[in-house]
């Protein structure tokens, strides 16, 4: 059964860094688009980030451009997120997810999801 397990978060001060990590398991996840979403208390889940199966193609939203990364390892199964100068306004469960049509990313719905990882940006 195809799985996707993220860590990675916890309570960080504003200005700092985290990395999310996504490690999938039960299937091969090369040639998947893969990426991250989050939901903060109180709203709707929102895009955040993903990547082309190559790892060359990369989309973000607009509130994380310039201060988030995303990138993947094929070897290891692994997607990342490399958060720097958080936000208060960063704080959320973040979710992996995985899908073989990058286009999923903005219609949905996605193949698999992670559980989520609380990242919390204190001011």
């Known amino acids: 059964q195809a799985q996707l397990v993220e860590s990675g978060g916890g309570l960080v001060q504003a200005v700092g860094s985290l990395r999310l990590s996504c490690t999938a398991s039960?299937?091969?996840?090369?040639?998947?688009?893969m990426g991250w979403f989050r939901q903060a208390p109180g709203k709707e889940r929102e895009f955040v980030a993903n990547?082309?199966?190559?790892?060359?193609?990369?989309y973000y939203a607009d509130s994380v451009k310039g201060r988030f990364t995303i990138s993947r390892d094929n070897a290891k199964n692994t997607v990342y997120l490399q958060m720097n100068n958080l936000k208060p306004e960063d704080t959320a469960v973040y979710y992996c997810?995985?899908?073989?049509?990058?286009?999923?990313?903005?219609?949905?719905?996605?193949?698999?999801w992670g559980q989520g990882t609380l990242v919390t940006v204190s001011s």
């Open positions: 997810a995985a899908d073989r049509y990058v286009v999923s990313f903005k219609k949905g719905p996605l193949e698999v």
């Open positions: 039960g299937r091969t996840f090369s040639a998947y688009a």
């Open positions: 990547v082309g199966w190559t790892g060359s193609n990369t």
